[in-house]
């Protein structure tokens, strides 16, 4: 029953930014905290941000600064908003409930050089 559809993706030029949305349903979303993970071809998947219920967040140091992650509890969506985008950057972007495993199918970031 839980379903997380990604959506804002694209091929930005470095430097650019995107903001990236998930809506999500099956769950009482405004209990739940909330994460963004990535993952680049050859490599690990990466957490990337969090948010808490009642909006605390953290960020991996690779994006500190530039990203940010927030939430709407009233339209059960996430966000991550992305500035200042770099080529390593590129990868497809996750949201999941946090330590959980309800994996949709992403939005591909692809930052050009």
């Known amino acids: 029953q839980v379903q997380l559809v990604e959506s804002g993706g694209g091929l930005v030029q470095a430097g650019g930014s995107l903001r990236l949305s998930c809506a999500a349903s099956?769950?009482?979303?405004?209990?739940?905290?909330m994460a963004w993970y990535r993952q680049a071809p050859g490599k690990q998947r990466e957490l990337v941000a969090t948010?808490?219920?009642?909006?605390?967040?953290n960020y991996a140091d690779s994006v500190k600064g530039r990203f940010t992650i927030s939430r709407d509890n009233a339209k059960n969506t996430v966000y991550l908003q992305m500035n200042s985008l770099k080529p390593e950057d590129t990868a497809v972007y996750y949201c999941?409930?946090?330590?959980?495993?309800?994996w949709g199918q992403g939005t591909q970031v692809t930052v050009s050089s």
């Open positions: 099956g769950f009482i979303f405004r209990i739940i905290s």
């Open positions: 999941n409930l946090l330590q959980r495993n309800y």
């Open positions: 948010i808490t219920s009642t909006g605390s967040t």
